[in-house]
């Protein structure tokens, strides 16, 4: 897993995800942000993730753990059968890791690319590689110690979207992709979460189940309800037929 941040961005090159020159000047509306991918630690059971110190904690790193370890303890994580929710538990705690050493989240990056390539390359698209590299790119974009790494503008979501349409909306994990697309979209704080990704991964979602106790972790004050049920009437998830039907305001 030695590889530099050279080979990152000839990966990304070659793959066509490159365009315009990296932004330097800060935006003040990132101020704004929650950083949902880096700071958002996910409920994830029983699956398997990189080691870590508190599982409620989104920085408390795992003490004595060597953070060379993890560009290819990520990679091993990744394995076709993981559960979604993992996957993106292990990429945000990559990232975390990152703080300690910014080329981590960069050699990570650089495996994923490869994945991709290797996959397309061999005629093969992998939709676990399109979703692992699309979230850890956006999830690095959220980290303030990333900011002045040489990353410019890969398109992490549109890869994210594309995963979760391809795997198609029967598949295992489709709503958990919903629920990832809806996280990198989610807007400043005080405004309104964005809807349509977390409407489907709402309406699907099972009492029990790791997904919902997640949206209920991070998402019940945002929805302004405490039960899954309670959510899937929000008005922040209505569309606009149903406000038409319902006379609910914008």
């Known amino acids: ?39 958002w630690a996910l409920e994830i059971g029983d699956a398997k993730s990189l080691p870590w110190g508190d599982p409620h904690s989104w920085n408390v790193l795992a003490a004595g753990y060597d953070i060379q370890m993890v560009p290819g303890d990520t990679l091993a994580l990744l394995v076709p059968d993981a559960p979604v929710l993992a996957r993106m538990e292990s990429l945000r705690r990559a990232v975390a890791y990152s703080q300690k050493d910014p080329r981590i989240a960069l050699q990570v990056l650089a495996a994923l690319v490869g994945r991709v390539r290797e996959a397309d390359a061999a005629g093969k698209p992998n939709v676990s ?16 110690w990333l900011k ?25 994990g489709a709503l958990e992709m919903q629920f990832a697309c809806g996280l990198i979209l989610l807007e400043p704080k005080g405004q309104h979460p964005y809807y349509p990704h977390f409407r489907t991964a709402v309406l699907g979602a099972r009492e029990g189940t790791l997904l919902g106790e997640n949206l209920l972790l991070h998402l019940r004050d945002k929805f302004e309800a405490s039960t899954l049920a309670e ?15 319902k006379r609910v305001p914008n």
Do not use: H, I
């Open 1 to 39: 897993m030695r590889l530099n941040t050279f080979c990152f961005w000839l990966g990304l090159a070659s793959l066509g995800f490159l365009s315009g020159p990296a932004a330097t000047a800060r935006d003040p509306w990132e101020e704004m942000f929650e950083q949902p991918l880096v700071k």
């Open 231 to 245: 959510m899937r009437k929000s008005r922040y998830l209505l569309t606009n037929r149903d406000r038409q039907e």
């Open 148 to 172: 002045n790494q040489p990353m410019d503008d890969l398109n992490g979501y549109s890869l994210v979207v594309k995963a979760a349409e391809v795997a198609g909306g029967n598949a295992s």
């Open 129 to 144: 590689a399109w979703f692992d590299l699309g979230y850890m790119y956006e999830a690095s974009k959220q980290a303030e």
